[in-house]
């Protein structure tokens, strides 16, 4: 069988393994060179692999002893496989070869051109310390520092630790930011894979969208103003008079981070990569439904919401508010009211007009009627 043989140089593995090969057919493997061979004998405790050298590569027990039943499996007579030379042949002949060092070389040349492209890849994390998070990467051992996981960078060293605890057995999408063979050093950022992640969902999202689609989210951060939506790479902002059709004081009111919502699209803006939203518009509007409810002249309860200068607010139903202007408050002046009123006081009044088009709706607390108030 023709010997190829692949010492190891800082270059392309496949390239070397050819150009060795071709350089060197005689050669007698070393320590630390990579051949291909072809698998002759399969038993318990041992492999033999035909490397076209004098006597035939032994696979140690250890080696086997590495790998998993999977992989054991896999090995059957006439399989061509690469392994890496540990020991030259001794005085009785035997050469022994590793699987697994060769499939850890070929995992080093393959971390360092991921390195170079700057392509994602998958890792399975096994644990974690202080420092960041330990992982499985094919054949290696890899590390991603703290420092380079989303929104663990700032936290509180128990608070960290806690976080990264609950990352255990989950499986990441990284990107490789350094690769040392020699030290056996491979370390992966989450934070730099995330971050073209959302990148490129960003620029989907702004070709896709459009005004008045109805997209689903998250809820990412809450403000006195309105709360932010993630949509998928882009926030988006729902104001506060846009969430729900009743008053809210606050978002977190009626909203909790982390929730699920949807939001209709108000308005963009692609240069500053701004989007209006509005929660409450996903629902009906209840003042389309007003005039089948109530009719001018009719009195009906409610709750004072608000006492301004020129009158007070009352809710009669969830989003819909009435005014009592300051001169139909009480009978009398209006300086020396019979009625003392506040948020939160529950009270009776008449219908005086109702405009569902302009969300207006005018009530009065001024000759109510002695009989029962209707619902």
Known sequence: MEQRVISEPEEDFASAW???GKSFENAIPTRGDIVEGEIISVRADEILVDIGAKEDAVVSTLDLQRMTTEERHELKVGKRIYVYITRNEDRDGELTVSINLAKAYADWQLAEKLMESNEPVQCLVTGGNKGGLVCNWRGLQGFIPLSQISGLGQRGENTAQEALTAYTNAELTVKVIEVNRRRRRLIFSERAARRESRIQ????????ITEGQVRSGTI???REFGAFVDLGGVDGLVHISEISWSRVQHPSEVLRIGQQVQVMVLRIEPDRQRIGLSIKR???DPWTMLEDKYHVGQVITGTITRIVDFGAFVEIEPGIEGLVHETELANGSFSTPKIELAP???VSAIILAIAPE????SLSLRDLPTSEPQA
């Open 18 to 20: 050819e150009r060795m």
């Open 201 to 208: 969902q960003r620029e989907q999202l702004m070709a896709d």
């Open 220 to 222: 990412s951060s809450l």
């Open 282 to 284: 996903t629902m009906p």
């Open 344 to 346: 939160g006081d529950q």
């Open 358 to 361: 302009s969300h207006h709706l």
